[in-house]
C-alpha cells in the first residue's frame, strides 16, 4: 500500500506547523523581578502552579502544530492505494467489455431487456474514452481471440451482439479479456463485465478463473481493474415451460404417446392458456393454474394414428401479463414411430405352469386390468420352447433385437453356434438358468459367448437380497438410479448360480453377500452385440417350497423397469437422443438400409442448409452443437434417390429462466477475495467505483473528522487551562 497526492505542492504547507513555535519564541515575554516578602508557603505554591503551565502550555501547542499539519495535509487531497495512482483524468486506456449474451439477458424491464440495458452502459463508458484507446468487445458465446478495436470501431461490435442459447462459462470470458488487457502497453488497464449475474451463465466451484487472474495479479507491472456492472433485474417475474418430454424418443406402431409438460411460475400465481402443436397443426389446449413461486404439469395425447417415421411438435404458453421472458414460453420435442420390436422368448414349460416366461412377456406387453387384451407395446414377443428353437434352423439379428433363454437346458454345440453368430450380427441375448438348468449345457462352444462359467446352484443364506446397484452409469439403471437401491434390496432370493466371471466381462449387479447377480459381455463381431447373464431365474412360483422357487423379483416394479431398459439397450435404441440442449453435440443413428451417400441440415432460421460428409465407418452422423432453438431437420440423399429424413430438437438450457443474481460469497470465490472486483448497480456507483481504482481510498473525508475533532479538543483544553489558571 502507498499514499499518493493530487496536490502534491500543497503538503509543503505542513511546514507552517512551526509557526506556533516562531510566535512563541519571538512573543515570550521579559520576565519581571519583583521584590516580594518571602513568604514560603507562596513560593512553594508558585513553582508547582509554574510547572503545570508549562505542560499545559506544551500540550496546547503540540494541538495547535497537529492542526496546521492535518490542514496542509487534507488540501493536498491525500488517497490510499495499493498500486501507483492513475489520476481522475480520461488518458489513453485497455478497456475490456466482456457481454453476457446467454438468454437469461432478454430480460425486459423498463423498455429495454438486459443486453440493450449493457449495450447502453458500454457506450456511455466509451463516450468518455480517449480515441488513441484500446478497446476488446468480448462476447460470451464466442471463444475466439478478440483484436483491439479503436472506441468507433467497438461501437459498432457491440450493436451487432445478439442474445445466443449457448454459450461458454462467463468465467472463461472474464480470464480471456483480462489476459488481452494485461498485455496492453496502456498503463490504465480495466476490464468491465456486464452481466445480470445469473448463477446458469458461471462455473461456480471452479478454480480455474481464480487461479488464471491470480497468475496475472503476480505481475506488478500488468495491473487490471474488474468492473461487475450489474443488471439483474429488480423484481424477477416470469412463466416458463421447463420441460416438455414425449413418453419415449422411440414408440412403436399404435403405442400411445403422452407429452409431458411442467410449467414454473416466478412470482404470483397465474392462469395461462397452453398450446399444443405436432407436425404443424395444433393438437389440443389446455387453461393451466400455477402456483406463486411454484411448478404445474400438463398432459397431452398424441393421435393414435401416427404414421411411422419421425414427428416434431411444441408446448408454448399464450400471452400474459406477469411475463418478462419470451424465450422460454415454449419448448420443442421430437420423437420417432416405428414397427414393433421383435423379440423370442424360449422357455421350455407351457400351458398353466408357463411360469418361467409369463414375466418377462407381461413386462414387456402388459395386459390391462380385467382384459385378455394386451396394451399397445413397443414390443411383438414370439414364444417359443427349446425345441421349436432347435426346429427353427438358423437365428438372425434382423429378425430379432433380443433373444431370451429362460431356465432351458440341452442346448447344442450347433444351437449355441447360432446364437453366437447372431450375437456378433449386433443381437442381444438374455439368459437366466434355473432349477431346469445344468452346468454342462452352459460350457463347452457357449462359453465363446457367456459372461461367465455356471459352476453350481447354491443355497442363499437367510435374509438374502439383492446388493447395491454398482453401474449406475449403465443403461439398465440410469431411469431411476436413486430408487433402485431400496427396491432391490427389499425382495428375498433364496438360490443363486454360483458363477466364475469372464476376464472380459462386467458384474452390473451382485447379491447381498457379493456374488454376481447379474453379468454382462459385449461381443465383437461385424457389429458389437451383448449377452446379459442373471445367475437367478427372472420368474417366481406361488409355492415358497417349490424347488424352482429361487426368488421373489419379478412381483417388484423394478424387474418390470429393468426388463423394459433392457430391450431398447440390446436393440441399441437406448441412447439414441432426438431432443438436445443448444451446444450438445447432436448424434444421430442412421438405419443401414437407407443409409444416404451425402446429408444436409438445416436450423428453424430458414438459412441456407448446410452439408454433412457421409460416416463411412459407423451408423452415427454428428451434427457438431446445434445451437439455435426449435426444430431441426436432417435430409440424406441415396445413391438410387433413395432418401432419408432425420431430425431432432434443440431447447435452452431451463436453467437460463431462472434469473436469480450470484451472492457475495459466489463472487468472492470466482475472483478469489472481494478486494479484486467491484461491483456497480447504476452510472453513479461506477464513477465511484472507477475513482477508488484510478485515484484510491480518498483520505480527505477522514483528515477533515481529524479537524473537526482536534479543533474541538483544542478548544476545550484551551478553556480548561486558562480557567485553572484564572482561579489559581
Known amino acids: 500500500m502507498n499514499i499518493s497526492l493530487m496536490h502534491a505542492g500543497l503538503a509543503a504547507g505542513a511546514a507552517l506547523a512551526a509557526i506556533p513555535i516562531i510566535l512563541h519564541l519571538f512573543m515570550r515575554q521579559t520576565p519581571k523581578h519583583v521584590i516580594f516578602p518571602a513568604l514560603r508557603l507562596i513560593r512553594e505554591r508558585h513553582k508547582k502552579s509554574k510547572k503545570q503551565l508549562k505542560i499545559k502550555n506544551w500540550l496546547l501547542l503540540a494541538a495547535r502544530m497537529l492542526l496546521f499539519m492535518l490542514m496542509a495535509l487534507a488540501l493536498a487531497r491525500p488517497s490510499l492505494n495499493s498500486e501507483s495512482s492513475l489520476g481522475d483524468q480520461e488518458v489513453p486506456s485497455a478497456r475490456a467489455f466482456v457481454f453476457d449474451t446467454s ?41 475466439r481471440k478478440e483484436q483491439p478495436l479503436s472506441p468507433i470501431a467497438a461501437r459498432k461490435r457491440i450493436d451487432a451482439l445478439t442474445l445466443r442459447a449457448a454459450y461458454r462459462p462467463l468465467n472463461a470470458a472474464v480470464v480471456q479479456a483480462s489476459q488481452s488487457v494485461a498485455e496492453s502497453k496502456l498503463l490504465r488497464r480495466e476490464v468491465y463485465v456486464l452481466t445480470d449475474l445469473a448463477g446458469s451463465a458461471w462455473e461456480l466451484g471452479s478454480t480455474r478463473t481464480t487461479e488464471d487472474l491470480e497468475k496475472l495479479r503476480k505481475d506488478k507491472n500488468h495491473k487490471v481493474s474488474t468492473y461487475i456492472l450489474k443488471l439483474t433485474p429488480s ?127 407381461s413386462a414387456l406387453v402388459p395386459s390391462a386390468p380385467g382384459a385378455n387384451d394386451p396394451i399397445a407395446s413397443p414390443y411383438r414377443i414370439e414364444r417359443e420352447t427349446r425345441r421349436q428353437f432347435q426346429e427353427r434352423g438358423k437365428l438372425s439379428a434382423k429378425d430379432f433385437v433380443a433373444v431370451f433363454l429362460l431356465n432351458i437346458d440341452g442346448l447344442t454345440a450347433t444351437e449355441w453356434g447360432w446364437l453366437s453368430r447372431y450375437v456378433q450380427e449386433g443381437g442381444g441375448l438374455v439368459i437366466a438358468p434355473g432349477d431346469r438348468s445344468t452346468a454342462a449345457s452352459y460350457s463347452g462352444t457357449a462359453s465363446s459367448i457367456l459372461p461367465a462359467t455356471l459352476e453350481e446352484p447354491k443355497q442363499a443364506p437367510t435374509g438374502m437380497h439383492f446388493g447395491k446397484v454398482e453401474a449406475y452409469d449403465h443403461p439398465l439403471f440410469n431411469s431411476h438410479p436413486q430408487l433402485l437401491d431400496p427396491e432391490l434390496t427389499s425382495w428375498p432370493i433364496y438360490r443363486y448360480w454360483s458363477v466364475k466371471p469372464m476376464g472380459n466381462s462386467r458384474t452390473l449387479l451382485r447379491f447381498g453377500d457379493g456374488s454376481p447377480a447379474l453379468i454382462e459381455r459385449a461381443v465383437k463381431g461385424t457389429k458389437i452385440g451383448h449377452v446379459l447373464l442373471w445367475t437367478t431365474p427372472l420368474s417366481r412360483r406361488p409355492n415358497r417350497t417349490d424347488p424352482a422357487a429361487w426368488n ?34 447432436a448424434i444421430l443413428t442412421i438405419d443401414p438400409n437407407s443409409k444416404a451417400t451425402s446429408y444436409t441440415y438445416q436450423g428453424p432460421d430458414s438459412k441456407a442448409p448446410e452439408r454433412l460428409n457421409a460416416p463411412t465407418t459407423s451408423d452415427m452422423l454428428v451434427i457438431p452443437s446445434p445451437q439455435q432453438q426449435g426444430q431441426w431437420k436432417v435430409e440424406g440423399k441415396g445413391p438410387n434417390g433413395v432418401d432419408s429424413h432425420l431430425g431432432f430438437s434443440v431447447n435452452v438450457a431451463p436453467a437460463e429462466s431462472q434469473v436469480v443474481a450470484l451472492k457475495n460469497d459466489d463472487l468472492n470465490g470466482l475472483f478469489g477475495g472481494k478486494d479484486n472486483f467491484q461491483v456497480a448497480t447504476n452510472a453513479k456507483e461506477l464513477v465511484q467505483a472507477q475513482k477508488t481504482g484510478w485515484i484510491g481510498y480518498d483520505l480527505f473525508p477522514w483528515l477533515m473528522f481529524l479537524i473537526l475533532g482536534l479543533v474541538t479538543a483544542e478548544n476545550l483544553l484551551a478553556n480548561k487551562f486558562h480557567r485553572n489558571v484564572a482561579t489559581a
Open 103 to 143: 438468454m437469461s439477458m432478454q430480460y425486459t424491464e423498463k423498455g429495454n431487456d438486459r443486453l440493450t440495458e449493457a449495450k447502453l452502459r458500454a457506450n456511455e463508458i466509451l463516450k468518455k474514452t480517449t480515441d488513441d484507446s484500446e478497446i476488446w468487445v468480448i462476447d460470451s458465446a464466442d471463444p
Open 552 to 585: 421373489e423379483f419379478p412381483y417388484s416394479w423394478a424387474f418390470v423397469d429393468i426388463i423394459n431398459q433392457t430391450i431398447p439397450y440390446l436393440a441399441g435404441t437406448a441412447s439414441e437422443q432426438l431432443n438436445y440442449e443448444a451446444g450438445q453435440e
Open 235 to 361: 423484481d424477477v417475474r416470469d412463466v416458463a415451460v421447463i420441460s416438455a418430454e414425449p413418453t419415449s424418443s422411440i414408440v412403436a406402431v399404435g403405442e400411445p404417446v403422452e407429452i409431458k409438460a411442467i410449467l414454473r411460475s416466478t412470482g404470483p400465481a397465474c392462469e395461462r392458456v397452453v398450446d399444443f402443436q405436432l407436425d404443424g397443426n395444433k393438437r389440443g389446449e389446455k387453461v393451466v393454474k400455477i402456483p406463486a413461486n411454484g411448478e404445474s404439469e400438463v398432459t397431452f395425447t398424441a393421435p393414435a394414428n401416427l404414421s411411422q417415421g419421425l414427428h416434431q411438435g411444441r408446448i408454448k404458453l399464450g400471452t400474459g401479463p406477469t411475463d418478462f421472458l419470451a424465450f422460454d414460453d415454449v419448448r420443442y420435442f421430437t420423437f420417432k414411430v416405428q414397427p414393433a420390436l421383435n423379440v423370442l422368448i424360449v422357455a421350455d414349460l407351457t400351458g398353466p405352469d408357463d411360469y418361467d416366461a409369463s414375466y418377462v412377456r
